[in-house]
T-cell receptor, first 112, second 117 residues
Framework: GENVEQHPSTLSVQEGDSAVIKCTYS??????FPWYKQELGKRPQLIID?????GEKKDQRIAVTLNKTAKHFSLHITETQPEDSAVYFC???????????FGSGTRLSIRP | GAVVSQHPSRVICKSGTSVKIECRSL??????MFWYRQFPKQSLMLMAT?????????EQGVEKDKFLINHASLTLSTLTVTSAHPEDSSFYIC?????????????FGQGTRLTVV
């Protein structure tokens, strides 16, 4: 089955600096790679996703890069703000696109 | 985006009793829904796939007799935690995606925090 590894587990950055979170996956057939943000006690929220036909996608301060050869994709948050503090999960579909397997999560803290 | 509603948001039950959690797709029909469990400070772990009109598919290690799933309509899936014990206390979340097209985004319910005392 699909195996997803996410690093780091915790990340603390100074406000205004950039944060990068990386995930690796095992199934070379995977073609959809979402990132979710989860605040304490709330549901995961999709913040950005990328499909295998592109290598990078950007949405304001958030970007995702994909390296299909190496089977890894990364979340980049620039100009971090206090409201970016949350847990971030990468995910990869397994067997069907909506049946997703989550990475272990990264707890991001933004220092003022 | 599509809306998935989960109820209740919080429930406290006594050990040995059963608890039912509902997951509804409000503005679309979902032939398949998914149930996840999340322990504190951990990731979301897929428990089972709920299939409308047929038996649910459980992930390895998940007891099907303890976590009963019913998907009787295209807009409702229920998860019943039977004979609940304190170790079943967790955050349970369902998800579904809109059928057809190229959309693969999963939409999540707001989650249910279960506390077994």
């Amino acid at each position: 089955g699909e195996n997803v590894e996410q690093h780091p587990s915790t990340l603390s950055v100074q406000e205004g600096d950039s944060a990068v979170i990386k995930c690796t996956y095992s199934d070379s057939a995977s073609n959809y790679f979402p990132w979710y943000k989860q605040e304490l006690g709330k549901r995961p929220q999709l913040i950005i996703d990328i499909r295998s036909n592109v290598g990078e996608k950007k949405d304001q301060r958030i970007a995702v890069t994909l390296n299909k050869t190496a089977k890894h994709f990364s979340l980049h948050i620039t100009e971090t703000q206090p409201e970016d503090s949350a847990v971030y999960f990468c995910a990869v579909p397994r067997s069907s696109a909506s049946k997703i397997i989550f990475g272990s999560g990264t707890r991001l803290s933004i220092r003022p | 985006g599509a809306v998935v509603s989960q109820h209740p948001s919080r429930v406290i039950c006594k050990s040995g009793t059963s608890v039912k959690i509902e997951c509804r797709s409000l503005d679309f029909q979902a032939t398949t829904m998914f149930w996840y469990r999340q322990f504190p400070k951990q990731s979301l772990m897929l428990m089972a796939t709920s299939n409308e009109g047929s038996k649910a598919t459980y992930e390895q290690g998940v007891e099907k007799d303890k976590f009963l799933i019913n998907h009787a309509s295209l807009t409702l899936s229920t998860l019943t935690v039977t004979s609940a014990h304190p170790e079943d206390s967790s955050f349970y979340i369902c998800s579904a995606s809109t059928p057809g097209g190229s959309s693969t985004e999963a939409f999540f319910g707001q989650g249910t925090r279960l506390t077994v005392v």
